[in-house]
């Protein structure tokens, strides 16, 4: 499997949107509705931030919401803050495996 | 409180083993799912394995650039999983994360333990 297709950084200015996209195929992301997005702080481990395209774990602000049409998914960060500066990954099942995406570098401007 | 702590990381030869332990606790661990995860230095998120609870057959599946040399098993009386890694080469150089995997997506990790294949 190949890596999900992220861009390789997006930013915006505190309190504005940023959305991150994550392309695959038919095989991963257009073929199951288990799409993931993960929050990975420097030297930190990743965190669980959407899961199963548009839901959210306990405890993850409403200003992160998830979308997915055909191929390509997508995380929009809304109302921007500082703590949101971070690497996103999505992830993807993919009959049997999971495939991450290259990872968006988030920078609040 | 969920967690999850990785040990047995290092520095390891080309063609070496090495094998990477996931001490879990907080939750029910013989009915969870778990998976490997690897991140190269300046990297990012890799899927390595998983292995499927045994009431779920226990089987496991891997990534393709590790079939074949590594092995994850699961001891449910030591609330303990296991990434045994052969042949190791420098491009499996990496921080290890293990993870628990619930209905297809990876919602607790470990802090990560660093494995380095270096001559």
């Known amino acids: 499997q190949s890596a999900l297709t992220q861009p390789p950084s997006a930013s915006g200015s505190p309190g504005q949107s940023v959305t991150i996209s994550c392309t695959g195929t038919?095989?991963?992301?257009?073929?199951?509705?288990?799409v993931s997005w993960y929050q990975q702080h420097p030297g930190k481990a990743p965190k669980l931030m959407i899961y199963?395209?548009?839901k959210r774990p306990s405890g993850v602000p409403d200003r992160f919401s998830g979308s997915k049409s055909g191929n390509t998914a997508s995380l929009t960060v809304s109302g921007l803050q500082a703590e949101d500066e971070a690497d996103y990954y999505c992830?993807?099942?993919?009959?049997?495996?999971?495939?991450f995406g290259t990872g968006t570098k988030v920078t609040v401007l | 409180e969920v967690q999850l702590v990785e040990s047995g990381g290092g520095l390891v030869k080309p063609g070496g083993s090495l094998r990477l332990s996931c001490a879990a606790s907080?939750?029910?661990?013989?009915?969870?799912?778990m998976s490997w995860v690897r991140q190269a230095p300046g990297k990012g998120l890799e899927w390595v394995g998983r292995?499927?609870?045994?009431?779920?057959?226990?089987?496991?599946d891997y990534a393709a650039p590790v079939k074949g040399r590594f092995t994850i098993s699961r001891d449910d009386s030591k609330n303990t999983l296991y990434l045994q890694m052969n042949s190791l080469k420098t491009e499996d150089t990496a921080v290890y994360y293990c993870?628990?995997?619930?209905?297809?997506?990876?919602?607790?990790w470990g802090q990560g333990i660093l494995v380095t294949v270096s001559s």
């Open positions: 993870s628990t995997l619930i209905a297809f997506h990876h919602n607790y």
């Open positions: 907080g939750f029910t661990f013989s009915n969870a799912w």
């Open positions: 292995i499927k609870s045994k009431t779920d057959a226990g089987t496991t």
């Open positions: 038919s095989s991963d992301v257009g073929g199951y509705n288990y």
């Open positions: 199963e395209v548009t």
């Open positions: 992830s993807s099942y993919a009959g049997r495996h999971y495939v």
